[in-house]
């Protein structure tokens, strides 16, 4: 049952709403822990109110779905003279299409912006990413496959200095979680930043792909161990009715979320909108 139906007028708020409630905040991949505790949290709430329709308690009801996914601030930082976009996460999540996105994004903005293809395992990924810089106007700075990334970023850092973009945009390899030399590899890059223009102008945005659901917790969190995150990307929500694993990794993580992928087009990307979020979850068909 979408959530939508659970408000349908002449719903009461019985025992049967509230077990639904949570049944379909389960379905939408919130997670049963959570869902419990939402469906409880909300409970509550709607008892101290003389609320007792369910058309009616909606509205706080959304509310306080609201009120648990929001975690610091969504805005991108802003950082002088430069800022530092490093996206990173594991393999497919999404890095390379939200790199061109992301630029795009900021050119149409008024930024300038500069690609680095720090993902150099593959020739095909920095070929995928110059195709995007191309098509997107924007300069890309590579070196050859196999090359230490954290070279490309020094490189990359030096030309976006001299020529005064406002933004550099880092892809990295897709890495396992449990690869801990990879790990150390994305350190060393966040490390040779930070050391030219200082840690606070980097944004680490964490690339999740929102197919994969409840299981990217554990890897999530292993990337917050190894480098400092400063935020979440939610990519292939177009894919998805099951979005609100977002809802158990915001919490956990205590991130905020960011940027949302919705496609595999440029302009199929949206700044994180709390509200909008949990409209679009609320009114998601979730198939039973
Ligand atoms: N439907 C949909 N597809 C997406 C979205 N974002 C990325 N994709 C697709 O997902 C696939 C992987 O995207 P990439 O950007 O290459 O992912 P990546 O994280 O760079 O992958 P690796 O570099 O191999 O780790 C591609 O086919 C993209 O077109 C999205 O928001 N929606
Ligand atoms: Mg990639």
Same mark, same amino acid.
């Given at each position: 049952m979408a959530l939508r139906e659970l408000f349908r007028p002449g719903v009461r708020l019985d025992e049967d709403f509230w077990e639904e409630l949570e049944a379909t905040l389960i379905m939408a991949d919130v997670g049963p822990y959570l869902a419990d505790e939402l469906a409880a949290s909300a409970r509550e709430a709607i008892a101290k109110t003389n609320l007792d329709s369910a058309a009616d308690a909606h509205g706080l009801i959304e509310e306080l779905l609201v009120g648990q996914l929001v975690s610091g601030s969504s805005q991108l930082l802003t950082a002088q003279p430069l800022t530092t976009i490093l996206m990173v996460g594991v393999n497919g999540s999404g890095k390379t299409t939200m790199s061109a996105k992301l630029a795009y994004w900021l050119q149409e903005q008024g930024h300038t912006c500069m690609l680095a293809a720090a993902d150099t395992f593959r020739a095909a990924a920095i070929d995928q990413l110059g195709i995007w810089a191309e098509r997107i106007d924007v300069p890309m700075i590579a070196q050859q496959p196999g090359s230490d990334p954290g070279a490309v *970023?020094?490189?990359?850092?030096?030309?976006?200095?001299?020529?005064? $973009?406002?933004?550099?945009?880092?892809?990295?390899?897709?890495?396992?979680?449990?690869?801990?030399?990879?790990?150390?590899?994305?350190?060393?890059?966040?490390?040779?930043?930070?050391?030219? *223009?200082?840690?606070?102008?980097?944004?680490?945005?964490?690339?999740?792909?929102?197919?994969?659901?409840?299981? $990217?917790?554990?890897?999530?969190?292993?990337?917050?161990?190894? $480098?400092? $995150?400063?935020?979440?990307?939610?990519?292939?929500?177009?894919?998805?009715?099951?979005?609100?694993?977002?809802?158990?990794?915001?919490?956990?993580?205590?991130?905020?979320?960011?940027?949302?992928?919705t496609g595999e087009q440029l302009n199929d990307m949206d700044m994180f909108d709390s509200v909008r979020f949990v409209r679009a979850l609320l009114s998601e068909t979730v198939p039973t």
């Open positions: *970023v020094f490189d990359a850092l030096d030309s976006a200095l001299a020529r005064n $973009v406002s933004h550099l945009i880092v892809d990295t390899a897709g890495r396992l979680h449990t690869k801990s030399n990879l790990m150390d590899e994305l350190r060393k890059v966040q490390r040779i930043v930070a050391n030219r *223009v200082g840690a606070p102008a980097i944004e680490t945005l964490l690339v999740i792909d929102a197919i994969a659901g409840q299981n $990217v917790l554990k890897q999530a969190k292993i990337f917050c161990e190894s $480098v400092n $995150v400063t935020g979440i990307v939610l990519t292939k929500l177009d894919s998805t009715a099951r979005g609100g694993s977002v809802f158990s990794i915001a919490r956990e993580l205590e991130l905020p979320i960011k940027l949302v992928g």
